[in-house]
Nanobody, 123 residues
């Protein structure tokens, strides 16, 4: 079992930046891929970014490429999501997730989920 707790959400103006963090605990000795998803009002949960255990493989959803950056610190069991050039359409609850697959494109690729943190981008 892995427990994930997100932090860093809040309200930011369009064009601004925000940094989300996720702390992992529990069975962190397993080489999990960590990722971020989001779910906007009335929308399905969307893949945002994922990073492999070693950090050498990173992938991003098309809607955030070039604006968001995922990174991890295995010594601290943390994964972060740096979000720049935020847009109103980035408003959503952001979820941290963990799974054993290196290639992540959808919710089915992840096993463990945090409870989410709300990001609101005001225009």
């Amino acid at each position: 079992q892995v427990q994930l707790v997100e932090s860093g959400g809040g309200v930011v103006q369009a064009g601004g930046s925000l940094r989300l963090s996720c702390a992992a605990s529990g069975r962190t000795s397993v080489s999990y891929t960590l990722g971020w998803f989001r779910q906007g009002p009335g929308k399905e949960r969307e893949f945002i970014a994922a990073i492999s255990w070693s950090g050498t493989t990173r992938s991003y959803g098309d809607s955030v490429k070039g604006r968001f950056t995922i990174s991890r610190d295995n010594a601290k069991n943390m994964v972060t999501l740096q979000m720049n050039s935020l847009k109103s359409e980035d408003t959503a609850v952001y979820y941290c997730a963990a799974g054993v697959r290196t290639a992540v494109r959808g919710v089915g690729d992840m096993t463990y989920w945090g409870k989410g943190t709300l990001v609101t981008v005001s225009s």
